[in-house]
């Protein structure tokens, strides 16, 4: 199995910054591509950014120039850095992670997706 603890959520005022943390833990053999997602009340969630582990980026329009997500291969860790926030930024994140995991005691390997129990992060004065 494979868990992702997410932390960094709160709230801060339009204009400040915040960033968010995501660590997964467990029966990881690699990871592929890892992002963050995001989701408001009554809306669906949506793609926030993605990182590939090659370091391979790409960003919802919303949020280009003022997000940046980065990675830290060897801590198994995905970073989101949120500047200047607006109040439409107000939802809970979610972190994303995919690759594989090892299982039983033959070293096999099989494909997995996780997802973080959500953050939730509000942008207001």
Same mark, same amino acid.
């Given at each position: ?10 709230l801060v005022? &339009? ?18 591509? +890892?992002?963050?997602?995001?989701q408001? &009340? ?16 790409? *960003? ?11 990675r ?6 995905? *970073?989101?850095q +949120?500047?200047?926030p607006? &109040? ?22 099989? &494909?997995?997706?996780?997802?973080? $129990?959500?953050? $939730? ?5």
């Amino acid at each position: 199995q494979v868990q992702l603890v997410e932390s960094g959520g709160g709230l801060v005022q &339009p204009g400040g910054s915040l960033r968010l943390s995501c660590a997964a833990s467990g029966s990881i053999f690699s990871i592929n591509d +890892m992002g963050w997602y995001r989701q408001a &009340p009554g809306k669906q969630r949506e793609l926030v950014a993605r990182i590939t582990r090659g370091g391979n980026t790409n *960003y919802a329009d919303s949020v280009k120039g003022r997000f940046t997500i980065s990675r830290d291969n060897a801590k198994n860790t995905v *970073y989101l850095q +949120m500047n200047s926030p607006k &109040p439409e930024d107000t939802a809970a994140y979610y972190c994303y992670v995919e690759g594989y995991r090892t299982y039983g005691n033959l070293g096999l390997t099989a &494909p997995f997706n996780s997802w973080g $129990q959500g953050t $939730q992060v509000t942008v207001s004065s």
